[in-house]
C-alpha cells in the first residue's frame, strides 16, 4: 500500500479553522485515492492527542523543547546567526530534527508532505529514497509585510495585529511585545527577511511546492525561477445537509464571520462598524448584522455595544446552517491579509451572496456584479446591500455564487485537478 506521511505542528481535528480546513482536504483526498489507513502525521506539538485512536489517521507525536530552550534557539538561531525565521527556530533544535527523522525512517513512507517552512527544516533523513513536497500555505513573508504596513500607517492603534505570529514568539517575552508597538515593527520586519530567505532556499529543495493563492505562485516564481510552484485549491467540507435550500425572506440581516483575534478580521469588522454602520443604520433602520467569531477583543466589544439594536457579537456558533439560510448576505469588508480566504468560497458553496472589498476576493476568480460584488469603496456597500434585500436580486445573485462554486471549487472538479498534480503517484499505488 501507497503510504503518506505529513509532518506538521498542528492537529488536524476538529477541522474549526480554515488552516484545518485545507489540511483535512487533503486528508479526504489521499484517503479517496490511496485507502483510508494510507496516512500517517507526525505532530510536533507538546500537545496530549486523546482522539488519535478513532481517525484513520496514525499519529505520531515529537514533543517541543522547553519554553527556555526555544527561546534560546530564537535567540541564537534568528537573531544572532540570521539563519532561521522565529517561526522555525522556535520549532527548531539539533535533538528535536533528529526525533524527526527517526520517526520518518520508522514510518517508510513513500511520499512526505512538509506542512510550511516549520516543518520542512528538518530536512529528510540520510537514506530516504521517497519522495517529498512542501505545503507553503501562504507566503508568510507577504503576510508580515502587510502586517508591517498596518503597523507603519497607524491603523492598529490599540489591537494585536501580530495576531498568529503571536503563537512564534515565546510566552515569557509576549506581553511586553504585544504592547510594544516599536518592538512589533522590528520583530516583523526581521520576521519578513528571515521567512523570505528560507521559503526561497527552502522551496528549493524540493521537487513540488503548493500554495492556495495563483498571485503568490506567481510571486514565488519570481523570486526562485526555476522552482516548481503550483497553486492547490482548497477542498471545502460540503454542506451538513445535503438539502440545504436558502431561505431569504427579506430580512435586512447580514453576517461577518471569521476569528476575533486574527488581525485582519478585527480590523475589517471594527473599520466597518465605525465607518459604514452609523451610515447604514440612518438610512435602513431595520438594517441587523451578526458577528459570528470567538476571541473578540475588548474593543470590539465595547464598538458593538453602541450599537446594541442592531449589531449582535455572537460568539462561536457550531452550526452555520440557520445564519447562512436566512441572511441577506455575507460582508467580507477586509482590507489586508494574504492568501485564499475561505470564508468567502464557504459562503458562496452554499450560495451566500457576497459583498466584499478586493482583499476578500484575493486567489478566487469571481467576476464582480454576477458571482458576487467586489468594491473597495466602502461608501458603496449601502447600495449593494439595498440591492440585495431585493429577494429576487438575491436569488439571482444566490445562484450566480453557487454555479461559481460547483464549477470551479467542487470536490470533483478539485479532485481532478490534484490527480494532474500527483499523477505520478497514482500511477504507483
Given at each position: 500500500?501507497?503510504?503518506?506521511?505529513?509532518?506538521?505542528n498542528?492537529?488536524?481535528?476538529?477541522?474549526?479553522?480554515g488552516?484545518?480546513?485545507?489540511?483535512?482536504?487533503?486528508?479526504?483526498?489521499?484517503?479517496?485515492?490511496?485507502?483510508e489507513?494510507?496516512?500517517?502525521?507526525?505532530?510536533?506539538?507538546n500537545?496530549?492527542?486523546?482522539?488519535?485512536?478513532?481517525?484513520?489517521?496514525g499519529?505520531h507525536n515529537?514533543d517541543?523543547?522547553?519554553?527556555?530552550?526555544?527561546?534560546l534557539?530564537v535567540?541564537?538561531?534568528?537573531f544572532?546567526?540570521?539563519?532561521?525565521?522565529?517561526?522555525e527556530?522556535?520549532?527548531?533544535?539539533?535533538?528535536?530534527?533528529?526525533?524527526?527523522?527517526n520517526?520518518?525512517?520508522?514510518s517508510?513512507p513513500d511520499l512526505?508532505?512538509?506542512?510550511?517552512i516549520?516543518?520542512?527544516?528538518y530536512?529528510?533523513p540520510v537514506g530516504?529514497k521517497?519522495?517529498a513536497f512542501?505545503?507553503?500555505?501562504?507566503?508568510f513573508s507577504?503576510?508580515y509585510e502587510?502586517m508591517?504596513?498596518?503597523?507603519?500607517?497607524?491603523?492598529?492603534?490599540n489591537?494585536?495585529?501580530?495576531?498568529n505570529?503571536?503563537?512564534f514568539?515565546?510566552?515569557?517575552?509576549?506581553?511586553a511585545?504585544?504592547?510594544?508597538?516599536f518592538?512589533?515593527k522590528?520583530?516583523?520586519?526581521?520576521e519578513?527577511?528571515?521567512?523570505e530567505?528560507s521559503?526561497?532556499q527552502?522551496?528549493?529543495?524540493?521537487p513540488?511546492?503548493i500554495?492556495l493563492n495563483?498571485?503568490?505562485?506567481?510571486?514565488?516564481?519570481?523570486?526562485?525561477?526555476g522552482t516548481?510552484?503550483?497553486?492547490?485549491?482548497?477542498i471545502?467540507p460540503k454542506?451538513?445537509?445535503?438539502?440545504?435550500l436558502r431561505?431569504?425572506?427579506g430580512?435586512?440581516t447580514?453576517?461577518?464571520?471569521?476569528?476575533?483575534?486574527y488581525?485582519?478580521?478585527?480590523?475589517?469588522?471594527?473599520?466597518?462598524?465605525?465607518?459604514v454602520?452609523p451610515?447604514?443604520?440612518?438610512k435602513?433602520?431595520e438594517?441587523?448584522l451578526r458577528?459570528?467569531?470567538?476571541?473578540?477583543?475588548?474593543?470590539?466589544k465595547?464598538?458593538?455595544s453602541?450599537?446594541?439594536?442592531?449589531?449582535?457579537?455572537?460568539?462561536f456558533?457550531?452550526?452555520l446552517s440557520?445564519?447562512?439560510?436566512?441572511?441577506?448576505g455575507?460582508?467580507?469588508?477586509?482590507t489586508?491579509?494574504?492568501?485564499?480566504?475561505?470564508?468567502?468560497?464557504?459562503?458562496?458553496s452554499y450560495?451566500?451572496?457576497?459583498i466584499?472589498?478586493?482583499?476578500?476576493?484575493?486567489?478566487?476568480?469571481?467576476?464582480?456584479?454576477?458571482?458576487c460584488?467586489i468594491?473597495?469603496?466602502?461608501?458603496?456597500?449601502?447600495?449593494?446591500?439595498?440591492?440585495?434585500?431585493?429577494?429576487?436580486?438575491?436569488?439571482?445573485m444566490?445562484e450566480n455564487a453557487?454555479?461559481?462554486?460547483?464549477?470551479?471549487?467542487?470536490?470533483?472538479?478539485?479532485?481532478?485537478e490534484?490527480d494532474?498534480m500527483?499523477?505520478?503517484?497514482?500511477?504507483q499505488?
Open positions: 500500500m501507497f503510504k503518506i506521511l505529513v509532518v506538521s498542528i492537529y488536524p481535528f476538529p477541522a474549526d479553522t488552516k484545518k480546513i485545507v489540511m483535512n482536504g487533503f486528508l479526504d483526498y489521499f484517503h479517496s485515492r490511496f485507502g489507513n494510507s496516512v500517517e502525521w507526525i505532530i510536533i506539538s500537545k496530549n492527542i486523546e482522539e488519535k485512536n478513532i481517525s484513520s489517521v499519529f515529537v517541543v523543547p522547553s519554553s527556555m530552550r526555544r527561546l534557539s535567540f541564537f538561531y534568528s544572532i546567526l540570521r539563519r532561521k525565521s522565529i517561526q527556530s522556535i520549532l527548531y533544535t539539533p535533538a528535536l530534527g533528529e526525533m524527526v527523522c520517526e520518518i525512517k520508522k517508510k512526505i508532505m512538509f506542512d510550511t516549520r516543518a520542512a527544516q530536512g529528510l530516504y521517497g519522495d512542501l505545503y507553503m500555505d501562504d507566503l507577504v503576510r502587510k508591517l504596513n498596518v503597523l507603519r500607517n497607524g491603523d492598529a492603534e489591537m494585536n495585529v501580530l495576531g505570529f503571536s503563537n514568539i515565546p510566552r515569557i517575552i509576549r506581553p511585545v504585544q504592547k510594544l508597538k518592538f512589533q522590528y520583530l516583523l520586519g526581521l519578513k527577511k528571515l521567512t530567505k521559503e526561497i527552502t522551496s528549493e529543495n524540493f513540488l511546492n500554495l495563483a498571485e503568490e505562485v506567481a510571486l514565488m516564481k519570481a523570486r526562485s525561477p516548481h510552484v503550483v497553486r492547490a485549491k482548497p471545502l454542506p451538513a445537509s445535503n438539502s440545504f431561505k431569504y425572506d430580512a435586512f447580514f453576517i461577518f464571520i471569521g476569528v476575533l483575534n488581525a485582519p478580521n478585527e480590523l475589517a469588522i471594527l473599520k466597518f462598524l465605525k465607518e454602520v451610515n447604514v443604520i440612518e435602513c433602520p438594517f441587523r458577528i459570528i467569531g470567538k476571541h473578540a477583543s475588548d474593543e470590539l465595547d464598538v458593538v453602541c450599537f446594541s439594536e442592531n449589531v449582535v457579537l455572537e460568539g456558533v457550531p452550526d440557520d445564519a447562512l439560510a436566512t441572511c441577506c455575507m460582508l467580507i469588508p477586509l489586508f491579509g494574504t492568501g485564499i480566504k475561505l470564508k468567502t468560497l464557504e459562503a458562496l450560495g451566500v451572496p457576497v466584499s472589498t478586493s482583499v476578500g476576493t484575493e486567489g478566487i476568480p469571481l467576476q464582480s456584479g454576477k458571482d460584488f468594491n473597495d469603496n466602502f461608501d458603496d456597500f449601502l447600495g449593494l446591500m439595498v440591492f440585495l434585500k431585493d429577494r429576487k436580486n438575491n436569488e439571482m444566490s453557487k454555479k461559481f462554486f460547483e464549477e470551479n471549487y467542487s470536490k470533483e472538479v478539485i479532485f481532478s490534484y494532474q500527483f499523477k505520478k503517484y497514482l500511477l499505488d
